[in-house]
């Protein structure tokens, strides 16, 4: 049970603060030229941005909630259940952003999911230990 | 052409800053204290590993990188295809920490792979 919150924690949280980081950069808009000056002005609309610092707080949950669950569940088990977020973020980004998804991003994001649940059911230690 | 950079910089400077900080966790050691006390002082001895603060440095420039990356992108676009993380990890690892990937990895990475080249071709 309490791996499954904390997994649920990992499965949004994640996602909700890469979702809040993309509305705040929305609204930020992005550089014209790249020069120093441009990127400066970014840079300074981006540390006063309420949304920013809502998606890196989402974030840091996402971050301490994977570190919890990886002090006592099985790497292999929690690396495959995370890989649920990358379908997660494009329902946010369809439903709260209002982003268009392509039937072919879906078909990418399923086949990304497969091959995080493979490389996450290998051994999690490749080396001998010491 | 500006995304697939911001793409290289956060797969490259996002999995070698994590490679980093793994290089540093192994020099720092296992923790088996988890009392508030002993996991400051954990993290005292870790910053004090040059590896922590070069890993620090790169995921800076990575998580800088993904907003530039999402400020020109949406976001159903961009987090997908830095799934590619796996396959720059996976390299890395073996090459930078020596560690032995196996064949079932190495298809997982090569599903990865495919799935990022489809969430590529799907931008508009």
């Not at chain 1, 809502?54 to 301490?64: D, K, P, R, S």
């Not at chain 2, 797969?11 to 490679?19: F, I, Q």
């Not at chain 2, 993290?43 to 070069?54: E, K, N, P, S, T």
Request: overall charge positive; glycine content about 8%.
């Amino acid at each position: 049970m309490k791996t499954s919150i904390f997994i649920l924690f990992i499965v949004l949280f994640a996602p909700l603060g890469n979702v809040l980081l993309s509305k705040g950069m929305k609204r930020i808009g992005s550089a014209k030229n790249w020069v120093p000056s441009d990127i400066f002005h970014i840079l300074l609309k981006i540390v006063t941005s309420g949304y920013i610092w809502l998606g890196i707080a989402c974030l840091l949950i996402f971050f301490v909630a994977y570190m919890l669950v990886l002090t006592w569940a099985d790497y292999s088990y929690v690396q495959p259940a995370s890989s649920f977020s990358y379908a997660v973020v494009a329902m946010l980004g369809y439903f709260l952003l209002g982003e268009a998804v392509p039937p072919l991003r879906w078909m990418g994001i399923f086949v990304i999911c497969v091959g995080v649940f493979i490389v996450g059911h290998t051994h999690p230690r490749t080396t001998e230990r010491a | 052409m500006l995304e697939f950079l911001f793409l290289f910089i956060i797969v490259t400077a996002g999995t070698g800053g994590e490679l980093c900080v793994s290089r540093a966790m192994k020099v720092v050691g296992e923790v088996h204290d988890f009392r508030p006390a002993a996991l400051v002082r954990f993290v005292f001895r870790a910053m004090r590993v040059g590896w922590m603060w070069l890993g620090i440095a790169m995921m800076t420039l990575a998580f800088f990188s993904l907003l530039a990356m999402l400020s020109i992108e949406n976001v159903s676009f961009v987090v997908p295809v830095t799934a590619l993380s796996y396959a720059a990890g996976a390299f890395g690892a073996m090459l930078f920490l020596h560690e032995r990937i196996s064949s079932q990895r190495w298809l997982g990475v090569l599903i990865v792979c495919i799935g990022v080249t489809l969430v590529w071709l799907s931008r508009r």
